[in-house]
């Protein structure tokens, strides 16, 4: 049991410095053009994790990953239990891609996730809009 823990982390590890390098190469590349294709999205990913480790682990390896950061957890409205990642995605002109990537990061980190499908059309997703600089409202906050 220890040796397959320990297999499944090296293989994640391995995945997941690949994954870091595609991206920031990728990031590197669009800084350069012209048309970066900078169009940042915020996503509302319900998580299928259930574990404070795996959400850790989670919510890390998006933030490693350059062009995605994680910026929170929340509830589901009306006393639901769904636990969602909140996720700004800096080249977000494909949200179903986007989304695609988290559902294949969450099952490659717990396996066992995969039993539970997830459409990437039932994931909610937003464009990043800027309120522009009202006081009443802290920066944290000026997301529509």
Known sequence: MALKRIGHALGYGAWLIK?????????????????SGLHPIIIFYPLRVTSDWERFWLSTSITATPG?????????SGGSEQTYLLVQAAFGEDPTAQIEGLIDMEQRLSPHVAATPLDPASV??????DRGPRRDVPPAERLD
């Open 124 to 129: 909610e997703w937003t464009p990043y809009t």
């Open 19 to 35: 994954e870091i390098f595609s991206a920031g190469t990728a990031a590197s590349i669009a800084a350069f053009r012209p048309h």
């Open 68 to 76: 995605t950061m994680s910026i929170g957890f929340r509830r589901g």
